[in-house]
């Protein structure tokens, strides 16, 4: 499994990491998630090289914080990065435009939410903490300055980093520049490229490590979604995936199974696409079966794919819209989801 520096921060994570949203269960987030494979699939991911991993408050209402915990007890000599995320008061996904951020990331509800992440947890620190939205107006609010320092001084949290909204990977550029963000975690994959655009050259500028989230595309990037695909009625998917998006999504997938090389998934292809980027530190997919996590980690040591087929010059007809586009919200979305 191949290191890449955490940003400025002096240390480095596996390049392919795991994102624990699929595993938390709960209303609102993916329906089938079973804890004994859940672990079983966490331990493989650890002996398999992985260091990074990715949780949330929000996820299965503290759930998937849990697990993380387990995680790093049955592993206390291992370097493993633990992250997780700070719900907005409010519980708007995303933050708007105009939303103050008294209401949405008060100091005491900052220290208050860490703390809860931390009692599930059962751990005394985190290797990471991120702001699970943000607005780039709050820039300059000495709130979050403040809390984001003290969660440090106090040895809560070793690192600060935010998860900038879907659709808006310049949303924080101007809070990079504060000097108080140690990673961004933002969606980017095969469909959405938009992050290269802006943020990705202020990441490189100043030291910020980049988490890139959503590689798969909630899944259709996988190749197994047909227009008829359903979840159960609490699943999440239903909502992202609509009969208008499935019909955007499916001819733009079939665009692009004749880039697939033999012997490979789309899914890997997909993943070596993003690890391809030298301004990626870490990918985080969801992957709750141990085949998924045997996929994921031979897509890794495959090494770096020509980016020349995916790029504005060479796209196919399936993605020749998305980098420019679905930055922007699309025609069929749904409103945002935690993700």
């Not at 809070?175 to 095969?190: C, E, F, K, M």
Request: net charge positive; aromatic share 6%.
């Amino acid at each position: 499994m191949q290191q890449r520096a955490f940003g400025r921060t002096g240390r480095s994570v596996s390049e392919l990491g795991v994102g624990m949203w699929g595993m938390g269960g709960g209303i609102g987030g993916w329906t089938g998630a079973d804890d004994r494979q859940s672990l079983a699939v966490l331990q493989a991911a650890v002996d398999a090289g992985v260091t990074f991993f990715d949780s949330a408050l929000v996820y299965g209402a503290g759930h998937s914080d849990e697990l993380l915990g387990q995680l790093a007890r049955a592993n206390p000599d291992r370097d493993l990065l633990l992250a997780s995320k700070i719900p907005p008061k409010n519980r708007q996904w995303p933050a708007r435009p105009g939303d103050r951020i008294r209401d949405v990331f008060p100091p005491d509800h900052v220290r208050a939410s860490v703390h809860a992440i931390l009692r599930r947890a059962k751990v005394s620190a985190l290797g990471l903490v991120q702001f699970h939205v943000w607005q780039d107006e709050w820039a300059d609010d000495p709130g979050w300055q403040r809390a984001a320092d003290d969660l440090r001084r106090e040895g809560l949290a070793r690192h600060v980093g935010i998860s900038v909204n879907r659709w808006e990977p310049a949303n924080v550029l101007r809070t990079l520049r504060t000097g108080l963000v140690d990673s961004v975690q933002v969606v980017y994959n095969v469909f959405d490229q938009a992050a290269e655009d802006e943020l990705f050259p202020a990441c490189r500028e100043l030291g910020v490590a980049v988490i890139a989230r959503v590689p798969l595309d909630e899944g259709s990037l996988t190749g197994t979604l047909t227009l008829d695909s359903r979840w159960p009625e609490a699943d999440w998917r239903n909502a992202y995936f609509g009969a208008a998006n499935l019909r955007a999504t499916i001819p733009r997938v079939d665009a692009l199974r004749p880039l697939v090389p033999e012997g490979q998934t789309l899914a890997q292809l997909a993943l070596r696409f993003i690890l391809s980027s030298p301004d990626v530190t870490t990918v985080i997919p969801g992957m709750r079966r141990p085949e998924h996590l045997a996929a994921n980690v031979a897509a890794a040591a495959g090494g770096r794919c020509r980016r020349t087929c995916w790029q504005p010059s060479g796209r196919t007809a399936g993605t020749a819209t998305h980098r420019a586009g679905r930055c922007r919200r699309p025609p069929w979305a749904a409103p945002d989801r935690v993700t």
